[in-house]
């Protein structure tokens, strides 16, 4: 990603070309605009190509870093896409939402005395050159197994299972609840940070390799998993996502002008209502817009509100900056453009006029205590501090839980206390024979790139199964 | 792709049916459930209670009045035609069981959900005392089939055109006031399904009504669909669409029903202006 290194460094990475903050705040082409060929080869030559590269051992799908880079760097894009493949069917995804900082790119050993090598920013050029420039030839498939396995959820866990799977030999369909795959890569991340044709493109390339996709069949009510087993397929893979919104349960939620960040994402995103009235889907237009909450929804969701044209847009937050849990670039990006951060604040409720529209909120101011279970200080409420804010829109980014519209119609397999099915580590297995489930499903609201982790793990202990037995 | 294989107009046609192949949904359906339509690529999507399926068939239907620019666009559809995508069956079944006399009202395009469930409940072994209303006689649909699907069906309009001259809740009065009712179920307008639970509140019969509220995805995701009942937040498409009359704060939900009318009236208009045009 793009963050600037707080003092100058010898032999720093290639900066990632971006739109203006002023103009990218409202419009939502994609915001960073990719490298160029020399910026690519530039970057790539940074790598130190360790023996014992410690960036391969931060992903969580395990991709051959130093080779992939080496590829571009020898000017083999072709040969570099085809490495990334290997292990990950969704490269264009994960170069833009990946967590890296954390993660490759956080293990990079340039990293200690300067900036890593952008491994994002790499994965992504690679990926894309394919898309504009490649051959479109498909990666070798192993010959057909004859088994049949269902997916349900077309997010990035199920996707990643997908792939693998194909790739193996075996028959996979994909269910899909919406009308279009994707899942959070189609309704939750917005386009300026995911075009959805780059999504449409990585599921259409898993559909050449020959993976089915059925769309509009919401498991657990359309079809149920034993029904799936009665179909014939031989195993399944649950990657439903955690799908269920969290609210405040603060008086006044119900008033018109409060959605959860899945609803006001979902009609920005699936149903392109930020071109309405030329969709057909609306979308409340804020003039002063409030987000709860500090992960990357929340910024996603800030965002969305300033390019749909609100004057001003708060994400009110009851514990520190220190604590926020949206990637730094994510908050950097969001404060360019001119979101207010309203930290150690905790709304109280929310105020509405006659016609029970919003109209503003009553909000504490915090202090931080003492560390919680979670490990961070605790916000305590400040006496007295009570104040009112403006807001006409409000969107609760605060989290989600389990849905339980597929696992409480499958009652013979375990979840645990808070809902989540209960799996086997390092496998993904359930309590249920011949199922498996990963992503948020089975961890809570995690990222992209821990559900296509979650999927790899399943899909080896899904093929293991097909041809060895449970 | 969901074809049309069905297409009827009724109450001068503001009112549309469409009988659709969907195959996987007929088979599952169960009376109260709702499917979520879509026409196309730009399209909305829209939640209807299903008012018919058939199984052999492999069909859904739907009943709906045209109020805005999707279900404009619903309308404009002919037989052959497709809707791009139909979801479902979603929302929990009516809970039926052998009560004994129950009265079900239906108001409006409202009549059209309450058929599968009012002959459900006869075929559970009720007896059924049906009332259906409509503001003028023209305006009134499926009397015929709710006559075979009760034991006993009233009329009413508004205007007094046809059947009884007043509204639905005052044949029902007189129904409870026979006494002896195990339970109501009412589906129309929320000022009906209001007044409804207000007067059998009064004569303590449990009440059933089944509630249409904006909704994006329909399987608990979203949050749109939030109602109160019983002071408690629930989601229609997940814990409902049926909930208990008693508890249900129907001004909230009016309140909630509105959010997007200006949105809704201008996105009709143009579309509207733009058909009458060609």
């Not at chain 1, 690679?126 to 030839?137: F, I, K, M, V």
Request: aromatic share 6%; with cysteine; net charge negative.
């Amino acid at each position: 990603m793009a963050e600037k290194a707080a003092k100058p460094v010898k032999n720093p990475r290639v900066a990632m070309p971006e739109q203006d903050p002023q103009v990218r705040a409202r419009n939502f082409l994609e915001v960073p605009t990719g490298y160029t060929n020399k910026m690519a080869q530039e970057e790539a030559a940074r790598c130190l190509q360790c023996k014992k590269p410690a960036c391969v051992a931060g992903c969580p799908v395990g991709v051959d870093i130093p080779g992939f880079i080496d590829l571009i760097s020898q000017g083999d894009i072709t040969g570099s896409i085809r490495n990334l493949w290997s292990k990950n069917a969704l490269p264009a995804v994960c170069g833009r939402v990946c967590p890296q900082e954390i993660q490759c790119e956080g293990l990079c050993i340039l990293g200690k005395k300067g900036d890593p090598v952008a491994i994002g920013n790499l994965e992504r050029y690679a990926a894309d050159w394919e898309r504009s420039n490649g051959t479109g030839e498909l990666p070798p498939t192993q010959a057909p197994t004859g088994k049949k396995i269902a997916v349900v959820g077309s997010g990035p866990s199920g996707l990643t299972v997908a792939g693998d799977l194909i790739v193996k030999g075996h028959d996979v369909t994909i269910y899909e609840a919406f009308h279009k795959a994707g899942g959070v890569l189609v309704y939750g991340i917005p386009e300026f940070r995911l075009p959805k044709e780059i999504v449409a493109q990585e599921i259409n390339f898993l559909e050449r390799l020959g993976v089915k996709l059925e769309c509009n069949a919401v498991v657990g009510r359309t079809v149920s998993i034993d029904e799936l087993f009665e179909q014939g397929y031989d195993a399944v893979y649950i990657g439903v996502g955690a799908g269920l919104p969290r609210f405040m349960n603060i008086p006044g939620e119900n008033l018109v002008g409060i959605l959860s960040a899945n609803e006001y994402l979902t009609r920005a995103n699936l149903m392109k209502a930020y071109k309405f009235p030329d969709v057909d889907t609306p979308i409340p237009i804020g003039k002063n817009v409030v987000v709860l909450g500090a992960g990357n929804v929340a910024m996603d969701s800030a965002r969305t509100a300033m390019r749909l044209g609100a004057e001003s847009v708060k994400i009110v937050y009851r514990r520190s900056r220190e604590e926020m849990p949206a990637r730094a670039a994510e908050i950097h990006h969001a404060e360019e453009e001119g979101i207010e951060m309203y930290l150690l604040t905790n709304p109280t409720k929310y105020l509405g006029n006659e016609k029970g529209r919003l109209i503003g909120m009553e909000c504490l101011k915090m202090e931080l205590g003492e560390p919680d279970d979670s490990g961070r200080r605790r916000p305590i409420p400040i006496e007295g501090s009570e104040f009112e804010m403006d807001c006409d829109l409000c969107i609760v980014a605060v989290g989600s839980g389990a849905n339980p519209l597929l696992t409480s119609e499958t009652p013979d397999m375990e979840l645990n206390k808070w809902g989540y099915v209960h799996t086997e580590e390092k496998t993904g297995k359930t309590t249920k024979k011949g199922v498996w489930a990963g992503g948020d499903i089975v961890t809570g609201a995690a990222t992209v790139i821990l559900a296509m982790g979650a999927g790899r793990e399943a899909a080896d202990s899904m093929h293991d199964y097909l041809t060895l037995g449970w | 792709m969901f074809k049309i294989v069905k297409r009827e107009e009724m109450a001068e046609g503001t009112v549309i049916l469409n009988e659709i192949e969907a195959p996987l949904i007929a088979k599952k359906a169960k009376p109260g459930q709702f499917v979520i339509l879509k026409a196309d690529e730009d399209g909305e999507r829209i939640p209807l209670t299903m008012a018919e399926t058939d199984k052999e068939k492999g069909t859904v239907t739907i009943i709906y009045m045209v109020v805005g620019k999707s279900t404009a666009l619903f309308r404009d559809l002919k037989v052959g035609d497709t809707f791009q995508d139909v979801i479902g069956p979603l929302g929990k079944p009516t809970h039926l069981e052998k009560q004994g006399k129950v009265i079900c009202v239906g108001g409006g395009t409202g009549v059209a959900v309450l058929h599968p469930i009012t002959r459900a409940m006869k075929d559970v072994g009720n007896e059924v005392v049906c009332i259906i209303g409509a503001r003028t006689k023209d305006l009134l649909i499926l009397e015929e089939q709710m006559k075979n699907a009760s034991h006993d069906l009233r009329v009413c309009t508004d205007d007094g055109s046809y059947g009884h001259h007043g509204f639905v809740t005052d044949v029902m009065k007189e129904v409870l006031e026979g006494g002896n009712i195990k339970e109501v179920v009412a589906i129309g307008p929320v000022p009906m399904m209001k007044a409804v639970s207000n007067i059998t509140k009064e004569y303590d019969v449990p009440t059933l009504v089944s509630l249409n509220p904006i909704m994006v995805d329909g399987t608990g995701m979203c949050g749109g669909c939030r109602v109160s009942v019983g002071g408690e937040t629930k989601f229609a498409c997940v814990d409902g669409p049926e909930f208990d009359g008693h508890q249900v704060d129907f001004d909230e939900l009016t309140l909630r029903l509105n959010a997007y009318l200006e949105d809704e009236k201008n996105c009709h208009e143009e579309y509207c202006t733009i058909r009458d045009a060609q």
